[in-house]
């Protein structure tokens, strides 16, 4: 049985200033909405002829061209859907539980950080990956 391929994680630093060219048609207000810049996403694949990408955010996929793509070297400890649980919870207060829905990318520290959702809620809080450990 083959091997399967590392899991590639970037980022596509696109906003709207930049055209349109770069994202497919079928995609775009999703990705517009998406806000991508700063966001950590997965490659999951490339076409033959390497015009499009697909990239994956949580549950959603999407179509765009490679030139702004930016593979990140450091793989984060977490990614989407992993069941996490919160290490310290704040004072008085119930330790969280929840999945992985958003993951976010700081280039100055090189480190993700995470927003969790807890029964079908998104936490307003985002996590540094120190305050979570695999539920």
Known sequence: MPRPKPLIHGLYGWTPAYGFRY???????????LEPVGKLFEKVSEDEENEWLTLRY??????????????????????????????TPAPGQ?????????????????????QIVERKRKLPRVYQADELRLG
């Open 23 to 33: 994202v497919h048609p079928a995609n775009r207000r999703a990705f517009e909405v």
């Open 58 to 87: 949580d549950e959603q996929q999407f179509l765009v061209r490679p030139e702004l793509f930016q593979e990140i070297q450091r793989k984060p400890p977490f990614s989407f859907g992993d069941e996490v649980e919160e290490i």
């Open 94 to 114: 119930y330790r969280r539980f929840g999945l992985v829905s958003d993951v976010y990318w700081n280039e100055a520290t090189d480190q993700a950080t995470y």
